[in-house]
């Protein structure tokens, strides 16, 4: 599975941004989709979640309220609708794929957002 995120980007404070993650492959429907998230000088920390077989999510509470993960199986992508931005949220976002009933997992290569005014 190769993963591609896209949408990051400069944006002011209190702006939106939709990130997406497309995945190759034919069996995404197997795998729980998470957004994580690695800001300069600090660990990475999970953003989102959302798993394959239920469609249940869950959130950092440091996003709650403001960001919104959801996936179109059909085509094979991975979103995450971020609202309310703030300067705390300026960081490399990656996409995180992994396998239901498995340890199997990949990562897309990252993108950048950037809350500035």
């Known amino acids: 599975v190769q993963l591609m995120e896209s949408g990051g980007g400069l944006v002011q404070p209190g702006g939106s941004l939709r990130l997406s993650c497309a995945a190759s492959g034919s069996t995404f429907g197997r795998y729980d989709m998470s957004w994580y998230r690695q800001a300069p000088g600090k660990e990475r920390e999970l953003v989102a979640v959302?798993?394959?077989?239920?469609?249940?999510?869950n959130y950092a509470d440091s996003v709650k309220g403001r960001f919104t993960i959801s996936r179109d199986n059909a085509k094979n992508t991975v979103y995450l609708q971020m609202n309310s931005l703030k300067r705390d949220d300026t960081a490399v976002y990656y996409c995180?794929?992994?396998?239901?009933?498995?340890?199997?997992?990949?990562w897309g290569q990252g993108t950048q957002v950037t809350v500035s005014s």
């Open positions: 995180r794929a992994q396998l239901i009933w498995s340890r199997l997992e990949y």
């Open positions: 959302i798993t394959a077989l239920t469609g249940s999510t």
